[in-house]
Each structure stands twice: as C-alpha cells, then as structure tokens.
C-alpha cells in the first residue's frame, strides 16, 4: 500500500507540473495576441450581417449599431425577431431608421425550422440577405469599426469558406456573477483557444462571428443543418472544413458582453458550454482538467498532509494565474472585468463545473430544458414548448 501510495503521490506531483507548464504557455499565447499587424484586404466584398435576436439584453443598442458603423464601403445588415411584441423591437426600428445607407432591414418571423431558435431566426433572415458573403453574430456582442475589413481580409483567400473572430468579454452588468462570466472568457477560454491552435488547424467557428460564404453554406446543406444542434457555431466550421473548405480565423478581437443576473444563472450558462464542449469535443474537453493549476495543486497540498513541496506548487499556481489575470486584461483592454481577489474562487468554480458536466447531458436555458444527443443535437418535448426560447452558443 505504501508504494501505491509514492505512486499515486508522484503522479500527483507530475499532473500538477503539466498543468504548470499549461500555464506558462497559455501566459505566453495571451501576452502574444495582437501584436502581429492587422493584414490589410486585397478587395472589400460586400457583405451581409445577420443578428438574430431575442429580447432587450444590456446595452443591446450599443452592441447593435457597432455593426452598423463599420468603415467599409458596402454592407447591409438585418435585424431578426421571432416575436412581433419582443421589447427589443423598438431598439432595432431605432437602428434601422438610423443607418439606410447600410441597407439595415428588421425580419419578425415566427417560423421554426428546429430545436436552435437562433438558427430558426437566421433561417428567416437569408431570403433578404444580398450578398455571398454571411456574417452571423450574436446580439451581445460589440466591435471596433474595422471589424468587416477584418473578415474581408480572411476571405482574399478563395480556399476560404468560413471566418471566426477570437472574443474577449466584459461584464454587461454590475454584479459578481457577470465579473465572474467575464473572467472565464478572458482567462480560461480564450487561452485555451490559443494553445489548441498551436498543435491543431482552425475547423470550428465561435458565436461571436459565424462567417461564410453563401457556396459553401450551401455546400453543407444550407442553414438547415445546423437547425437542431446546440453548437451551431461549431458545427458550421466542422462541416465546411469536412466539405474541403478552410476556416480562417480574422483578425478582429470582438467583445463580449456579459449578462448574468445571478450565479445559478451564470452556473447554468456555463454547465450547460461544458457539456456541449464535452459532446463536440470529447477528447480535448476530458483533457482539460490540466487548465485547472491552482484547484489541482490545492488538492495535492491537502493530500500530501500540506508538504513543502505542493505547498510552494500552490504558490506558483496561484501566481500564475494572477499574472494571467492582468495581462489578459492588458492585451484585451478591458480593464475592471473581474477582480484578481476572485481569481481562487474563478479556478474553483471552473473545476466544479467541468466535474458537473460529466454526470450528465441535460442542459437548461431560461428554464427550458434539452438534452444533448452524442452528436451534439439537443432534444427537447416539442417544438411547440420551446416558443420564444432562443438557444445560442
């Protein structure tokens, strides 16, 4: 028993150096990010931004017309609804009077085509869309002005089909739990974004830019294929890249903003990504307990009777991830995201969660609930009791 016991200890010691060794280099990928210069577009195709939404989310206004306001020379941009009384209509007639110039349209149609509302609502929105060029995005989130020369820039290639942006996020709202869901963006999930495009290509999109080109949407079966699964944004880039097509990741860093009313809200939000992460990407996601330093070194500290050794493995945990705590914020700009005294907390919620997501597929959003299929397509009672129930990624 005692050599099980040096063995254990000892492979306890070797997870906790990995995950150290995560961390530096997640560090690095961070304090890398921006630095290269923007590529300039060869030409400036037009395009068309899609904004599926559904109901008056925090600084939705804001959010919307930095869409509006890009230095490109010729866009259009619709605005879609499910729901003729959704209280986030009199904000985008607002946004449509106020730029005719950028073509902006306002689509309300109810019609449901699958489990994901959203992809119902982009679905609705495409017979008006008039160039070949998509960009879908969510309504929470925010851009700079060059955001459409970004994705110009990554489709100058003609081998590329789709187009993602990295993101970054910032609370929407006062409140611990939307510091915390900003935290978790900045400093757990955009680094290991970064880390995982040194040893694998680019073959999924993220919801904060879903961009494609009109062929090679059709190629997969148009936007239909994507009607009923929870990840639509990665599924988009899986099954253009399965068709041949390359997913270019642009250049813009877009901002998310957080909303989060409470933490069983933010708990929900974010057992609900863990286990859509765990069905697209089961390998990586069970591999991705290595992200968790400061938990894993707390538990060897407290398993080896507090020994000097994992004591001083804390210390360069904790460290660690303080250090990424401010430069994720540096390289971000965005300052006043989160607290670095919520770092432990941060790291303990983080590793609560990826436990949880394991003991089950059920996810919940606005107390609706779908469980997720192994391939990923979520499976509600009926369509008729999802109305008004808008799923995104």
């Known amino acids: 028993?005692?050599?099980?016991?040096?063995?254990?200890?000892?492979?306890?010691?070797?997870?906790?150096?990995?995950?150290?060794?995560?961390?530096?280099?997640?560090?690095?990928?961070?304090?890398?990010?921006?630095?290269?210069?923007?590529?300039p577009a060869a030409t400036l195709?037009?395009?068309?931004?899609?904004?599926p939404v559904c109901?008056?989310?925090?600084?939705?206004?804001?959010?919307?017309?930095?869409?509006?306001?890009?230095?490109?020379?010729?866009?259009?941009?619709?605005?879609?609804?499910?729901?003729?009384?959704?209280?986030?209509?009199?904000t985008l007639e607002r946004l449509v009077a106020e730029f005719p110039a950028r073509r902006a349209e306002l689509v309300v149609d109810g019609r449901v085509i699958g489990t994901n509302l959203k992809i119902s609502n982009v679905a609705n929105?495409?017979?008006?869309?008039?160039?070949?060029?998509?960009?879908?995005?969510?309504?929470?989130?925010?851009?700079?002005?060059?955001?459409?020369?970004?994705?110009?820039?990554?489709?100058?290639?003609?081998?590329?089909?789709?187009a993602t942006c990295l993101?970054?996020?910032?609370?929407?709202?006062?409140?611990?739990?939307?510091?915390?869901?900003?935290?978790?963006?900045?400093?757990?999930?955009?680094?290991?974004?970064?880390?995982?495009?040194?040893?694998?290509?680019?073959?999924?999109?993220?919801?904060?830019?879903?961009?494609?080109r009109r062929a090679a949407l059709e190629a997969i079966g148009g936007i239909e294929a994507l009607a009923s699964y929870l990840a639509d944004d990665h599924m988009l880039g899986r099954?253009?890249?399965?068709?041949?097509?390359?997913?270019?990741?642009?250049?813009?860093v877009v901002e998310l903003q957080v909303d989060e009313p409470g933490l069983a809200a933010l708990l929900r939000h974010e057992l609900r990504w863990g286990r859509t992460m765990r069905t697209v990407r089961p390998l990586g996601y069970a591999m991705s307990f290595v992200t968790d330093a400061l938990p894993l070194s707390i538990l060897l500290a407290l398993a080896t009777g507090l020994a000097w050794p994992a004591a001083i493995?804390?210390?360069?945990?904790?460290?660690?991830?303080?250090?990424?705590?401010?430069?994720?914020?540096?390289?971000?700009?965005?300052?006043?995201?989160?607290?670095?005294?919520l770092v432990p907390l941060r790291d303990l919620l983080n590793f609560a969660v990826r436990a949880a997501s394991f003991l089950?597929?059920?996810?919940?959003?606005?107390?609706?609930?779908f469980s997720v299929r192994p391939d990923g397509r979520m499976v509600g009672r009926t369509i008729e009791r999802t109305k008004g129930f808008e799923v995104t990624s």
């Not at 160039?131 to 003609?158: E, H, K, M, Q, T």
């Not at 099954?239 to 390359?246: D, F, S, Y």
């Not at 460290?319 to 607290?339: F, N, P, Q, T």
């Not at 089950?360 to 609930?369: L, S, T």
Request: hydrophobic share 50%.
């Open 239 to 252: 099954l253009a890249a399965a068709r041949g097509h390359r997913v270019a990741l642009a250049r813009p």
């Open 167 to 212: 993101y970054g996020a910032k609370p929407a709202r006062p409140g611990l739990a939307s510091r915390l869901g900003a935290m978790f963006v900045n400093e757990w999930f955009l680094p290991s974004v970064l880390v995982a495009l040194l040893t694998e290509p680019l073959e999924y999109c993220f919801g904060a830019t879903m961009a494609v």
């Open 45 to 51: 195709p037009p395009i068309t931004i899609l904004k």
């Open 1 to 39: 028993m005692e050599i099980v016991g040096l063995v254990l200890t000892g492979l306890g010691y070797g997870l906790v150096l990995a995950s150290l060794a995560y961390g530096a280099l997640a560090l690095w990928r961070v304090a890398s990010l921006g630095r290269a210069a923007p590529v």
């Open 313 to 341: 493995l804390v210390a360069a945990a904790l460290a660690l991830r303080l250090l990424m705590h401010r430069v994720a914020a540096k390289r971000l700009g965005i300052e006043g995201a989160g607290s670095a005294l």
């Open 55 to 90: 109901g008056l989310e925090p600084g939705l206004y804001e959010n919307l017309r930095s869409f509006c306001d890009q230095d490109y020379p010729e866009f259009q941009i619709l605005f879609g609804l499910r729901d003729e009384a959704d209280p986030a209509r009199p």
């Open 360 to 369: 089950g597929r059920g996810v919940q959003w606005r107390e609706r609930g």
């Open 125 to 162: 929105m495409l017979p008006r869309a008039r160039y070949d060029i998509l960009a879908i995005s969510d309504a929470d989130c925010r851009v700079g002005r060059d955001y459409l020369r970004g994705l110009a820039a990554a489709f100058a290639d003609p081998g590329v089909g789709a």
